[in-house]
């Protein structure tokens, strides 16, 4: 099923997924999403918050993600820098925080895949290893 573009019509937070949130996770009112085109959702988060973000602001977002989670941003500091310095230049290149250590593929569906934080915990890198890291290293299993 391919996914589409919703809009909650009272505060206009946008969802992208098969079927709407029966529930606007930002002012909670229930089943307020309308279907709109692509480029209405462009438009719509366009015009939102700063659209660029600093390294450290990404550094200290992905902090926060994995808090809660098995995983963990490798403590590793140089290596780190080294992968965010990758993915900051495939968004310079591509516009997107592109995996800094996997080839895009050309097609969009699988390529949205390849923005970082991927889907890792499913890579056979980390699933069921004990150290398990995300292709690149970026994120580790905690001890
Ligand atoms: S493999 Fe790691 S660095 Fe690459 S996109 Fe996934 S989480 Fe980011």
Redo the contacts with the bound molecule.
């Keep these: 099923m391919k996914k589409r573009y919703w809009r909650c019509f009272v505060c206009n937070d946008v969802h992208y997924g098969i079927a709407p949130p029966e529930l606007c996770p930002t002012c909670k009112v229930l089943h307020a999403y309308v279907e709109i085109t692509a480029e209405e959702a462009r438009k719509i988060l366009g015009g939102g918050p700063e659209t660029t973000m600093a390294t450290e602001d990404f550094r200290a977002s992905i902090e926060r993600f994995t808090v809660g989670n098995e995983f963990q941003v490798n403590p590793a500091a140089d290596k780190v820098s080294l992968?965010l310095t990758g993915?900051f230049e495939n968004e310079k290149n591509h516009g997107f925080k592109?995996?800094?250590?996997?080839l895009r593929t050309k097609d969009w569906e699988e390529d949205l895949k390849?923005?970082?934080?991927?889907n890792?915990p499913i890579?056979e890198t980390y699933k069921g290893v004990k150290d398990g890291e995300?292709?690149?290293?970026?994120?580790v299993r905690r001890k």
């Design positions: 992968l993915i592109f995996c800094p250590c996997r390849l923005i970082c934080p991927c890792f890579h995300c292709w690149c290293g970026l994120f």
